[in-house]
């Protein structure tokens, strides 16, 4: 099949890739634009594992305030270089990033700054839960495994879904951007005021 040009700027327009990597990823997949969809985004995830040791130094704190201000959030997203720091995408992804925050009210940032005291008092409910249901105690616990995984996707920052496109986590979100950009991106901590709260 021959790849025009139109169809490489279609794919360019979706994904924000390199044109010589759409035309090559067009090329691969005979023309099907969602397999060539597809085929850039695992590239963007082993370009996100080379990268995911480097250093970043640099980036943007990016806020956003609710109507009526009454409900407030801070992130500080990091990158590689000032440059993309500066790029409208990185900057559109850190205001994403704090809109989220406002919305979602994240617990932790990961499943490792959970504390221990709200793992073990979820543990302990959900335990509760399966012995009041008549299940046997070694059955209870084996139970709580799974609730217990489904709470800490809900609860942190980097597992939940994205509130524009639920299909997504910010964690794929995440490793999408370092797959466009280039550079190693993180999300290095946020805070969420709210009066009242």
């Known amino acids: 099949m021959k790849i025009t040009s139109q169809m490489v700027k279609d794919l360019r327009d979706r994904t924000a890739a390199g044109m010589m990597d ?11 634009m969602e397999k060539a969809v597809d085929l850039l985004r695992q590239k963007g995830l082993a370009v996100a594992a080379k990268r995911a040791g480097r250093a970043t130094s640099e980036g943007v704190i990016e806020t956003y305030v609710h109507a009526g201000g009454k409900l407030g959030v801070m992130v500080e997203v990091n990158c590689e270089s000032d440059f993309v720091a500066k790029t409208d995408t990185f900057i559109e992804f850190a205001r994403d990033i704090a ?3 406002a919305a979602a009210a994240p617990v932790a940032l990961s499943r490792d700054e959970v504390s221990e005291d709200i793992v073990n008092r979820e543990k302990a409910i959900y335990i509760q839960q399966a012995l009041d249901a008549g299940k046997p105690q070694e059955i ?16 942190c920052l980097l597992e939940q879904k994205f509130i524009k496109n639920p299909d997504m986590t910010i964690q794929a979100m995440l490793t999408e951007l370092v797959g466009k950009m280039g550079e190693n991106i993180s999300i290095k901590r946020y805070a969420r005021f709210q009066i009242g709260a």
């Open 22 to 32: 759409c035309k090559k990823a067009l090329g691969e997949t005979e023309g099907d």
């Open 99 to 101: 809109m989220h925050v």
């Open 140 to 155: 209870a616990e084996k139970m709580v495994t799974g609730k217990l995984d489904k709470f800490l996707a809900e609860i």
